[in-house]
């Protein structure tokens, strides 16, 4: 399994991504990563498909949607119109996670699930064949700068023991320092949010990629 570094415009300011978006595909950004929030699943409200679609013409990066919001599948057809190839959803928030994910495929996406630290990992065991990548949060969804959860990569082991191919995303302070270990515990896909916002991205990039080995 490839590694990949999914940036998230989350902690950049909005009216700046004109440049951030180009710039980051440019230093060698593989995904984009957009944090979805409602004001219900998690207390902020972000930005839906408005801005999603605004993003689209910037840039040939992949772009995933990760949805924090309570009745995700109300949302799937927006995102997808807006230009999105993977939607990541978070079984917590709805009782039909496994009929949503065979929606999202059926559809022509790629199905995401993503548990929260408090979310065993065994729920996603019985959601495995019908998704194609499981997102390990290491911080509690919210916010961006939190410190990463040590725990949670155990998780990250378990869902690799289990799915050896399985693409398995980390998001939640990744930075140069924490990156290794969420690799070695199985992670290839990971998303950086406020770590890229605290450096020039061209340095930040090359940090990331040098500490992931996918330079
Ligand atoms: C948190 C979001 C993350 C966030 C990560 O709720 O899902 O994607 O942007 O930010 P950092 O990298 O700052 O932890
Ligand atoms: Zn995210």
Known sequence: VTRLIAPSILSFDMSRLGEVVPQLAAEGADILHLDVMDGQFVPPITFGDALTRSLRPLTKMPFEAHLMTLTPERHFEAFAEAGCERIIFHPEATPHAHRHAQT???????????????TPVETVAPLLEV????????????????????????????????????????DGGIDPETLPSAARAGANLFVVGSYLTRNPIPEGMRALREACGCA
């Open 131 to 170: 998704v194609d990548l499981v997102l390990i949060m290491t911080v509690n969804p919210g916010w961006g700068g939190q410190s990463l959860i040590e725990e949670s990569l155990e998780k990250v082991r378990r869902v690799r023991q289990w799915r050896p191919e399985m693409p398995i995303e980390v």
């Open 104 to 118: 999202l495929r059926k559809m022509g996406l790629e199905a995401g699930i993503a548990i929260n630290p408090g």
